[in-house]
């Protein structure tokens, strides 16, 4: 019976990916659409190494980026139905976690503006850091992201998905990546969370 379910943050929780785009293209502003549509199916790893991108840039434009993710945050809405999402599922005794390359800074003011309650935020875990802070997680969770990398280091580490399709990947994309679960609708992932924790 599932007691913990952890959530991305961006693309998952807040609506964050077109003012995403903007502060790329401000920091980078060779950024094409082609880009922008190359990584919604091909997800952030393909395309760095497509763009064959010289780590030190990427690092760089990396940082630059989490600096100003506040900017972003502040804009983001919810996604429909993800307040009353948690809100059930802490109702049903359920612990609700936030794992996020977001900052925890700017996740918990999100969340406290949008009076959206949590148990915990764990942010700031680097773009492609996620398998490594979720193999130091204790008990039995199960993930919710909206990225392809999501589900890669998920599987890397064992660890159940549930992969949204209203994110920064596509759905054809993400079905590629052979998520556990694949949901298109926040009603959709209430049913099945809730089904997930009887």
Known sequence: MLKNIIFDFDGTLADTFDQQVKLIKKIRPETSQEEVNRFREIGATALVKEMKLPLSQLIVMTNKISLRHGEV????????GIKKLIADLRKKQIRVEVLTSNRSKNVKIWLEDKEIVVDKVIGGIGIFG???????????????????????????VGVKIIAVSWGFNSK??????????????????????????Q
């Not at 392809?148 to 599987?155: F, G, L, S, T, Y």
């Open 73 to 80: 945050v502040k804009k983001a809405k919810a996604f429909t």
């Open 130 to 156: 996620k398998d490594k802070k979720l193999k130091t997680l204790k008990g039995d969770f199960i993930y919710v992201g909206d990225e392809i990398r999501d589900i890669e280091a998920c599987r890397k």
């Open 172 to 197: 054809k994309a993400l079905m590629k990546a052979k998520p556990d679960y694949l949901v298109e609708r926040v009603t959709d992932l209430r049913k099945l969370l809730l089904r997930l924790s």
